[in-house]
């Protein structure tokens, strides 16, 4: 593998922490893969080296580039893992010490939300507010000290955000299940409070590599520095690229590691092998304007970029000229996979799908919704769940009635109201059925069920997912509900198909399940289909394009309105404009519309910020 002197130096680095500055399109990831390399060459072994990555996708991408380079076998790297995978392998020995039984569940993030709603509904609180709670009950569990946080809240806020979350905590525990906030949790938990635990790890853990590092939050710091037997950590990131505060990211863990660590070496890759000088320059004066950064100066050896700013009377005109501009760059050779068009928030897709489908532009929509939360994937994963975790209230809920069974929610409330104790509804109903209770149709309807889940429990995962599709009818079932004429039902069919391959690759069902709900912490795909991409800045990072065209350049738009309470905000916001102006290779355009929703804009500072720079560059 090839290196520059400055990812070569980073990659030698012995004796003491070390925190690699990358800027954008630096080499990063070749960085931190020749650093675990080297490590392997000077004697460690592979199952001794934890690397965390932000994104199942990028373990996935280390552990091959790792495979090629030493000829080893994927198990080979048992702890190249996001924090949420390598914390989960760590509870999965340790939970009884906290009171849990094995297996775990992982709710996933519909769990997460239909379980929310259900108790604020039982709080007499309107449901709508559910999404607002839970990123709130996230956000604290993720601060690292959950009280302090809700202390910070206004007093009717805290007493109701406190309130769900102790009872959401309840519900958890007593389905024996987690979240993904508490992977994390519990993980700190056990290497604080139990010497042994922490010992074993610390020990086995020669040297901790971290990834996207400007993107840890608190609790995923306390845990590296729990983890941190030694000196020996290595961190790669870039701080001009943090964009994550409001998932609670805090990059102020990257601005301090020198602090933290007195003995370490700061590295600088400021060479930026994807995008065309001019670009680097715009980008660098853009985050000049952010006074919370560490200093380094990106450049390119690449020449010839085409940046050009454009304004419109409104959002017809600009969505309009975006696809007749891109249509013109396909006709001259551009691949339309090359091109990408951002924009700070996805109610913004709209009038951009529809000038593209006007001018017959094919497109992909990128951070849209993920393949595990599609409703026919949902329903069958559910059945699943439903199997192997009886307890699941929300995966037996889901599927008790999908297809129908004559189940509806005043028999679902019949079969809550038998429930004794901390009794899920799944067992509530299967005593029903064995006390012969119920009319015959239900009767029949649940044995049947009970029969299934029974059944699939011990099957291979591919094998019951066949099984649930002859048993149930469930493709009938898709194709009354989608709607006729359409496409929609061979698309979904086309869903199950890959659902089938994906389980195949899955010896039994605990590992499957566990699989499954892990790498639904990946929120954002990156597409993977034909056609322009669209996509919001926050989706596209980690992503490169020939082309790029970031629109919607007004005030209160990009930044966003609610970025404007703070300047740590504010300059959050400048950094996702860096984000977006750096994924483009070589042309770049930006576009701002003077009325949107029949409503006068302002033009985006950021848009003043980019062509002044562009007068100072000469572009």
């Not at 893992?81 to 340790?94: D, G, N, P, V």
Request: include cysteine.
């Amino acid at each position: 593998m090839r290196l520059s002197a400055q990812q070569q130096a980073a990659v030698e680095h012995m004796g003491s922490p070390a925190l690699v500055v990358a800027g954008a399109g630096s080499g990063k990831t070749r960085t931190l893969t020749a650093r675990f390399a080297r490590l392997m060459e000077r004697g460690v072994s592979s199952r001794r080296i934890l690397a965390i990555t932000f994104t199942n996708k990028a373990a996935g991408e280390m552990k091959s580039r790792l495979m090629q380079m030493t000829g080893l076998m994927d198990t080979d790297f048992p702890w190249v893992r996001t924090y949420h995978s390598a914390c989960y392998m760590i509870l999965k020995k340790h939970a009884p010490k906290l009171g849990y039984r094995l297996p775990l569940e992982i709710y996933s993030s519909y769990h997460q939300q239909k379980t929310i709603k259900e108790i604020c509904l039982a709080q007499n609180i309107d449901k709508k507010h559910a999404p607002a709670i839970l990123s709130e009950v996230s956000r604290a569990k993720n601060s690292g000290n959950v009280h302090r946080y809700f202390d910070g809240m206004d007093l009717l806020m805290k007493s109701r955000t406190q309130g769900i979350y102790e009872t959401y905590e309840k519900i958890l525990k007593e389905k024996n299940a987690l979240d993904f906030d508490n992977i994390l949790c519990l993980t700190r938990d056990l290497l604080r409070d139990f010497p042994e635990v922490r010992e074993e790890y610390t020990s086995k853990f020669q040297h901790i590599l971290v990834d996207e590092y400007q993107d840890t939050n608190n609790i995923q710091e306390e845990i590296t520095r729990l983890l941190l037997g030694h000196e020996n950590l290595f961190c790669v990131g870039d701080d001009w690229q943090a964009v994550y505060g409001f998932r609670g990211s805090n990059v102020n863990h990257f601005l301090s590691f020198k602090d933290k660590y007195p003995k370490a070496q700061i590295y600088r890759l400021e060479q930026n092998y994807r995008s065309a000088d001019e670009i680097v320059q715009l980008a660098n004066q853009l985050i000049g304007f952010n006074e919370s950064r560490m200093d380094k100066h990106c450049f390119s050896e690449k020449k010839g970029a085409v940046v050009q700013t454009r304004t419109f009377f409104n959002e017809f005109e600009e969505a309009e000229w975006v696809a007749k501009r891109i249509a013109n760059e396909a006709a001259s050779g551009t691949d339309y996979e090359d091109m990408v068009v951002m924009y700070r928030t996805k109610a913004l897709s709209l009038w951009f799908e529809k000038a593209l489908r006007s001018l017959q532009i094919p497109y992909q929509m990128v951070g849209s919704k993920g393949f595990f939360e599609r409703k026919e994937i949902l329903d069958l994963n559910c059945y699943l769940l439903a199997a192997f975790y009886p307890a699941d209230d929300v995966a037996f809920e889901r599927i008790v009635n999908t297809p129908k069974r004559g189940i509806g929610p005043s028999m679902i409330s019949k079969i809550s109201q038998a429930r004794v104790g901390i009794m899920g509804l799944q067992e509530s109903a299967r005593r029903m059925v064995k006390d012969r209770v119920l009319s015959k149709k239900i009767h029949e309807g649940l044995s049947g069920l009970f029969e299934l889940l029974d059944r699939i429990k011990e099957m291979a995962p591919d094998e019951a997912i066949r099984e649930i599709l002859q048993k149930t009818g469930y493709l009938d079932y898709l194709e009354g509900y989608c709607k006729s004429g359409s496409s929609e039902f061979e698309t979904r069919k086309d869903q199950i198909e890959e659902l089938i391959h994906t389980a195949s690759l899955t010896d039994n069902l605990a590992d499957y399940l566990e699989d499954v709900n892990l790498i639904q912490e990946d929120k954002d795909d990156d597409g993977g289909g034909k056609g322009v991409h669209l996509s919001t800045v926050h989706a596209s990072k980690g992503l490169e394009y020939q082309m790029a065209f970031i629109v919607g350049l007004e005030e209160q738009l990009f930044p966003h309105w609610r970025s404007m309470e703070s300047d740590q905000e504010l300059e959050e916001e400048r950094r996702l404009m860096y984000v977006a102006l750096t994924r483009a290779e070589s042309h770049l355009y930006l576009t701002s519309a003077g009325s949107r929703r029949k409503k006068r804009t302002r033009k985006s500072r950021f848009f003043y910020e980019v062509t002044t720079a562009m007068d100072e560059l000469n572009l």
